[in-house]
Protein backbone atom coordinates (compact mmCIF):
# COMPACT_ATOMS: atom_id res chain seq x y z
CA UNK A 1 0.00 0.00 0.00
CA UNK A 2 2.58 2.10 0.97
CA UNK A 3 4.27 1.95 -2.45
CA UNK A 4 1.15 2.53 -4.27
CA UNK A 5 0.87 5.50 -2.71
CA UNK A 6 4.21 6.89 -3.69
CA UNK A 7 3.63 5.51 -7.15
CA UNK A 8 0.56 8.15 -6.76
CA UNK A 9 2.53 11.34 -5.16
CA UNK A 10 4.81 10.88 -8.04
CA UNK A 11 2.33 10.79 -10.76
CA UNK A 12 0.69 13.73 -9.33
CA UNK A 13 3.68 15.48 -9.22
CA UNK A 14 4.86 14.91 -12.96
CA UNK A 15 1.13 16.10 -13.74
CA UNK A 16 1.48 19.55 -11.74
CA UNK A 17 4.31 20.37 -13.40
CA UNK A 18 3.14 19.58 -16.57
CA UNK A 19 0.55 21.43 -16.35
CA UNK A 20 2.58 24.76 -15.03
CA UNK A 21 5.21 24.47 -18.04
CA UNK A 22 2.15 24.35 -20.62
CA UNK A 23 0.58 27.41 -19.10
CA UNK A 24 4.36 29.58 -18.31
CA UNK A 25 3.51 29.73 -14.21
CA UNK A 26 5.45 27.96 -12.20
CA UNK A 27 5.05 26.87 -8.60
CA UNK A 28 7.37 25.98 -5.64
CA UNK A 29 6.69 24.49 -1.93
CA UNK A 30 8.69 23.57 0.65
CA UNK A 31 9.44 22.34 3.96
CA UNK A 32 12.53 22.92 6.56
CA UNK A 33 12.48 20.59 8.91
CA UNK A 34 11.10 17.43 7.40
CA UNK A 35 11.67 15.81 10.25
CA UNK A 36 10.81 17.10 13.70
CA UNK A 37 9.54 16.43 17.40
CA UNK A 38 6.21 17.04 19.26
CA UNK A 39 5.54 20.76 19.26
CA UNK A 40 8.62 22.33 16.71
CA UNK A 41 8.02 24.46 14.33
CA UNK A 42 8.09 23.74 10.74
CA UNK A 43 8.54 26.87 8.19
CA UNK A 44 6.16 25.92 5.03
CA UNK A 45 6.81 28.24 1.81
CA UNK A 46 4.97 28.34 -1.15
CA UNK A 47 6.14 30.70 -4.00
CA UNK A 48 4.98 30.99 -7.62
CA UNK A 49 7.01 32.72 -10.74
CA UNK A 50 5.15 34.33 -13.76
CA UNK A 51 5.74 36.99 -16.18
CA UNK A 52 4.06 40.58 -15.64
CA UNK A 53 1.00 40.38 -18.06
CA UNK A 54 0.16 37.08 -15.44
CA UNK A 55 -2.02 37.90 -12.04
CA UNK A 56 -1.76 34.96 -9.34
CA UNK A 57 -3.69 34.73 -6.06
CA UNK A 58 -1.51 33.32 -3.10
CA UNK A 59 -3.31 31.09 -0.75
CA UNK A 60 -4.83 33.11 2.17
CA UNK A 61 -3.63 32.45 6.03
CA UNK A 62 -6.61 30.25 6.88
CA UNK A 63 -5.24 27.79 4.03
CA UNK A 64 -6.16 23.96 5.01
CA UNK A 65 -2.66 21.96 5.87
CA UNK A 66 -3.82 19.02 7.11
CA UNK A 67 -2.94 17.65 10.51
CA UNK A 68 -0.70 21.18 11.08
CA UNK A 69 -2.03 24.18 12.60
CA UNK A 70 -1.29 27.85 11.49
CA UNK A 71 0.95 29.05 13.76
CA UNK A 72 2.05 32.77 11.67
CA UNK A 73 1.47 33.64 8.22
CA UNK A 74 3.29 36.13 6.25
CA UNK A 75 2.87 37.17 2.56
CA UNK A 76 6.53 38.57 0.64
CA UNK A 77 6.45 41.32 -1.58
CA UNK A 78 6.65 40.65 -5.01
CA UNK A 79 9.94 40.97 -6.70
CA UNK A 80 11.78 40.20 -9.93
CA UNK A 81 14.04 36.96 -10.40
CA UNK A 82 15.64 36.74 -14.10
CA UNK A 83 12.98 38.74 -15.56
CA UNK A 84 9.89 37.11 -13.99
CA UNK A 85 7.93 38.32 -11.22
CA UNK A 86 8.41 35.98 -8.04
CA UNK A 87 5.82 35.90 -5.39
CA UNK A 88 5.88 34.19 -1.88
CA UNK A 89 4.08 33.39 0.82
CA UNK A 90 5.12 31.61 4.81
CA UNK A 91 3.58 29.38 7.08
CA UNK A 92 4.79 28.94 10.47
CA UNK A 93 2.93 25.11 11.23
CA UNK A 94 3.35 22.35 13.88
CA UNK A 95 1.24 19.44 15.57
CA UNK A 96 0.92 17.47 18.40
CA UNK A 97 0.67 13.99 17.05
CA UNK A 98 3.55 11.44 16.32
CA UNK A 99 3.90 9.81 13.02
CA UNK A 100 4.53 10.94 9.48
CA UNK A 101 1.86 13.72 8.18
CA UNK A 102 1.40 15.03 4.48
CA UNK A 103 1.02 18.79 3.88
CA UNK A 104 -1.31 18.35 1.09
CA UNK A 105 -1.17 20.62 -1.94
CA UNK A 106 -2.27 24.24 -1.61
CA UNK A 107 -4.36 25.49 -4.17
CA UNK A 108 -2.79 28.80 -6.35
CA UNK A 109 -5.01 31.15 -8.91
CA UNK A 110 -4.00 32.76 -11.73
CA UNK A 111 -5.21 34.26 -14.72
CA UNK A 112 -3.69 36.19 -18.09
CA UNK A 113 -4.35 39.87 -17.98
CA UNK A 114 -7.71 40.74 -20.44
CA UNK A 115 -8.81 36.92 -19.95
CA UNK A 116 -11.48 36.60 -17.30
CA UNK A 117 -11.15 33.32 -16.19
CA UNK A 118 -9.02 31.81 -13.70
CA UNK A 119 -6.78 29.04 -13.61
CA UNK A 120 -5.78 26.84 -11.02
CA UNK A 121 -2.20 24.95 -9.99
CA UNK A 122 -1.15 23.07 -7.06
CA UNK A 123 1.68 22.88 -5.03
CA UNK A 124 3.69 19.27 -4.70
CA UNK A 125 2.50 17.58 -1.22
CA UNK A 126 5.28 17.06 1.50
CA UNK A 127 5.83 14.81 3.87
CA UNK A 128 6.73 15.93 7.93
CA UNK A 129 7.90 13.03 9.83
CA UNK A 130 7.14 13.62 13.50
CA UNK A 131 8.91 12.14 16.85
CA UNK A 132 8.25 11.55 20.46
CA UNK A 133 10.27 14.07 22.85
CA UNK A 134 11.65 11.09 24.25
CA UNK A 135 11.43 7.85 21.86
CA UNK A 136 11.52 4.98 24.43
CA UNK A 137 10.97 0.71 22.92
CA UNK A 138 8.48 0.54 25.48
CA UNK A 139 5.97 2.84 24.16
CA UNK A 140 5.47 7.19 24.45
CA UNK A 141 3.38 6.88 27.69
CA UNK A 142 5.28 6.12 31.04
CA UNK A 143 4.09 6.12 34.56
CA UNK A 144 4.16 9.57 36.48
CA UNK A 145 7.64 9.49 38.58
CA UNK A 146 7.69 10.33 42.18
CA UNK A 147 8.26 14.34 43.07
CA UNK A 148 11.66 15.42 44.11
CA UNK A 149 12.40 16.44 47.43
CA UNK A 150 14.21 20.32 47.71
CA UNK A 151 17.18 19.93 49.79
CA UNK A 152 16.84 22.52 52.67
CA UNK A 153 19.13 25.33 52.20
CA UNK A 154 20.30 26.42 55.87
CA UNK A 155 22.48 28.89 54.46
CA UNK A 156 19.33 30.78 53.14
CA UNK A 157 17.62 30.18 56.54
CA UNK A 158 20.84 31.72 58.64
CA UNK A 159 20.83 34.84 55.99
CA UNK A 160 16.51 35.61 56.76
CA UNK A 161 17.15 35.20 60.26
CA UNK A 162 20.19 38.06 60.39
CA UNK A 163 17.97 40.29 58.08
CA UNK A 164 14.88 40.06 60.38
CA UNK A 165 17.22 40.59 63.67
CA UNK A 166 18.96 43.56 61.52
CA UNK A 167 15.54 45.06 60.90
CA UNK A 168 14.34 44.96 64.25
CA UNK A 169 17.18 46.42 66.08
CA UNK A 170 16.80 49.05 63.71
CA UNK A 171 12.99 49.05 64.39
CA UNK A 172 14.14 49.06 68.03
CA UNK A 173 16.44 52.52 67.46
CA UNK A 174 14.00 54.16 65.59
CA UNK A 175 11.42 53.98 68.45
CA UNK A 176 13.73 54.99 71.32
CA UNK A 177 15.28 57.68 69.47
CA UNK A 178 11.71 59.07 68.41
CA UNK A 179 10.67 58.44 72.21
CA UNK A 180 13.55 61.18 73.58
CA UNK A 181 12.80 63.00 70.55
CA UNK A 182 8.91 63.28 72.02
CA UNK A 183 10.52 63.47 75.86
CA UNK A 184 12.30 66.52 74.35
CA UNK A 185 15.43 64.83 75.07
CA UNK A 186 18.56 64.74 73.22
CA UNK A 187 19.31 61.73 71.11
CA UNK A 188 21.94 60.44 73.21
CA UNK A 189 21.94 60.42 76.87
CA UNK A 190 23.37 62.88 79.01
CA UNK A 191 24.84 62.68 82.59
CA UNK A 192 22.78 63.82 85.01
CA UNK A 193 24.26 65.48 87.96
CA UNK A 194 22.66 64.24 91.46
CA UNK A 195 20.18 67.03 92.72
CA UNK A 196 21.96 69.05 96.01
CA UNK A 197 20.39 68.75 99.43
CA UNK A 198 17.66 70.62 100.14
CA UNK A 199 19.25 72.29 103.40
CA UNK A 200 22.60 73.47 101.51
CA UNK A 201 19.86 75.16 98.48
CA UNK A 202 17.97 77.21 100.93
CA UNK A 203 21.00 77.96 103.12
CA UNK A 204 22.99 79.84 100.15
CA UNK A 205 19.29 81.18 98.92
CA UNK A 206 18.76 82.72 102.68
CA UNK A 207 22.63 83.95 102.65
CA UNK A 208 21.76 85.34 99.20
CA UNK A 209 18.38 87.29 100.12
CA UNK A 210 20.33 88.93 103.40
CA UNK A 211 21.73 92.21 101.86
CA UNK A 212 22.99 95.09 103.86
CA UNK A 213 20.45 97.64 102.08
CA UNK A 214 17.74 95.41 102.33
CA UNK A 215 15.64 97.84 104.31
CA UNK A 216 16.59 101.03 102.67
CA UNK A 217 14.66 99.25 99.35
CA UNK A 218 11.39 98.93 101.60
CA UNK A 219 9.99 96.41 99.38
CA UNK A 220 9.05 94.22 102.63
CA UNK A 221 6.43 92.20 101.29
CA UNK A 222 8.00 90.65 97.99
CA UNK A 223 10.83 90.14 100.91
CA UNK A 224 8.93 87.67 102.98
CA UNK A 225 7.28 86.45 100.33
CA UNK A 226 10.38 85.40 98.90
CA UNK A 227 11.60 84.48 102.48
CA UNK A 228 8.81 82.09 102.88
CA UNK A 229 9.06 80.15 99.03
CA UNK A 230 12.34 79.51 99.92
CA UNK A 231 11.62 77.88 103.28
CA UNK A 232 8.62 76.11 102.15
CA UNK A 233 11.00 74.37 99.04
CA UNK A 234 13.20 73.01 101.61
CA UNK A 235 10.14 71.78 103.25
CA UNK A 236 9.32 69.81 100.16
CA UNK A 237 12.68 68.62 99.26
CA UNK A 238 13.85 67.36 102.87
CA UNK A 239 10.23 65.91 103.68
CA UNK A 240 8.21 65.58 100.46
CA UNK A 241 5.64 67.55 101.73
CA UNK A 242 3.99 69.92 98.53
CA UNK A 243 4.35 72.94 100.91
CA UNK A 244 4.63 75.31 97.88
CA UNK A 245 0.49 74.73 97.55
CA UNK A 246 -0.22 74.54 100.83
CA UNK A 247 -1.39 76.98 103.16
CA UNK A 248 0.03 77.80 106.44
CA UNK A 249 -2.28 75.31 108.73
CA UNK A 250 -1.95 72.47 105.95
CA UNK A 251 1.65 72.74 107.00
CA UNK A 252 1.25 73.04 110.41
CA UNK A 253 -0.97 69.83 110.06
CA UNK A 254 1.01 67.82 107.95
CA UNK A 255 3.54 67.86 110.66
CA UNK A 256 0.62 67.25 113.73
CA UNK A 257 2.26 63.39 113.86
CA UNK A 258 5.62 64.14 115.59
CA UNK A 259 7.88 64.24 112.59
CA UNK A 260 9.96 67.55 113.84
CA UNK A 261 10.85 67.98 117.21
CA UNK A 262 8.65 70.18 119.44
CA UNK A 263 11.22 73.10 118.87
CA UNK A 264 11.69 72.88 115.19
CA UNK A 265 8.05 72.77 114.75
CA UNK A 266 7.38 76.22 116.88
CA UNK A 267 9.78 78.01 115.12
CA UNK A 268 8.44 77.00 111.64
CA UNK A 269 5.15 78.40 113.42
CA UNK A 270 6.42 81.64 114.32
CA UNK A 271 8.45 81.96 110.86
CA UNK A 272 5.31 81.37 108.53
CA UNK A 273 2.80 82.99 110.68
CA UNK A 274 5.58 86.38 110.63
CA UNK A 275 5.85 85.96 106.79
CA UNK A 276 1.93 85.55 106.38
CA UNK A 277 1.24 88.94 109.01
CA UNK A 278 3.64 90.98 106.52
CA UNK A 279 2.39 89.17 103.00
CA UNK A 280 -1.47 89.30 103.61
CA UNK A 281 -2.01 92.07 106.65
CA UNK A 282 0.12 94.50 104.89
CA UNK A 283 2.40 94.70 108.31
CA UNK A 284 5.29 96.85 107.82
CA UNK A 285 7.78 95.49 110.10
CA UNK A 286 10.76 96.87 112.11
CA UNK A 287 14.37 95.50 111.44
CA UNK A 288 14.40 93.70 114.58
CA UNK A 289 11.32 91.97 113.28
CA UNK A 290 12.83 90.93 109.58
CA UNK A 291 16.22 89.70 111.32
CA UNK A 292 14.43 87.53 114.10
CA UNK A 293 12.30 85.89 110.70
CA UNK A 294 15.72 85.29 109.33
CA UNK A 295 17.40 83.80 111.96
CA UNK A 296 13.96 81.50 112.59
CA UNK A 297 14.42 80.07 108.92
CA UNK A 298 18.63 79.70 109.79
CA UNK A 299 17.13 77.71 112.70
CA UNK A 300 14.96 75.52 111.08
CA UNK A 301 16.94 74.76 108.87
CA UNK A 302 19.70 73.64 110.30
CA UNK A 303 17.78 71.80 113.14
CA UNK A 304 16.06 69.53 110.61
CA UNK A 305 18.66 68.30 108.19
CA UNK A 306 20.33 65.22 107.95
CA UNK A 307 21.31 63.82 112.00
CA UNK A 308 24.31 62.99 109.56
CA UNK A 309 25.14 65.98 108.06
CA UNK A 310 24.04 68.13 111.44
CA UNK A 311 26.68 66.23 113.32
CA UNK A 312 29.49 66.50 110.83
CA UNK A 313 29.36 69.98 110.81
CA UNK A 314 28.93 70.35 114.77
CA UNK A 315 32.13 68.02 114.49
CA UNK A 316 33.97 70.94 111.88
CA UNK A 317 32.78 73.98 113.48
CA UNK A 318 34.63 72.49 116.68
CA UNK A 319 37.59 71.73 114.73
CA UNK A 320 37.76 75.48 112.78
CA UNK A 321 37.29 77.38 116.42
CA UNK A 322 37.66 81.37 115.85
CA UNK A 323 36.77 81.21 111.77
CA UNK A 324 33.17 79.10 113.16
CA UNK A 325 32.43 82.19 115.78
CA UNK A 326 33.33 84.50 112.76
CA UNK A 327 30.51 82.59 110.38
CA UNK A 328 28.12 82.60 113.26
CA UNK A 329 28.57 86.23 114.36
CA UNK A 330 27.41 86.84 110.32
CA UNK A 331 24.03 85.51 111.11
CA UNK A 332 21.20 88.43 110.93
CA UNK A 333 20.86 89.57 114.38
CA UNK A 334 23.79 88.35 116.09
CA UNK A 335 25.97 91.60 115.13
CA UNK A 336 25.25 94.71 117.07
Given at each position: ???V ?22 I ?10 I ?13 E ?12 LG ?7 D ?8 G?VR ?12 G?F ?21 S ?33 L??R ?9 V??A ?9 R?A??L ?10 H ?22 L??I ?23 T ?5 F??G?L ?7 LQ ?13 Y ?12 L ?40
Amino acid sequence: MRAVARASLVLLSWAIAAEQAWCGVSIESRAEPTTIRIGDVVRYTIAVTHDEATIVQLPSPGENLGAFEIRDFDLFKPRKVDGQVREEAEYLISTFDVGEFVIPPVRVLYRVRGDSSWHELRSQPITIRVESLNPDIHGDIRDIKAPLSMPYEWRRLLYRLALVLVLLAVAGAAVYLYMRYRRGAGLLPVRVEPPRPAHEVALEELDALFHPDLFERGEMKLLHIRLSEILRKYIQGRFEVPALDMTTTEILEAFSDGQLPGSSRTTLQEFLQACDLVKFAKYQPTRDEVERTFRLAYEFVEGTRPVELRDRAGTEGQDSGPEASESESAKPGEAQ
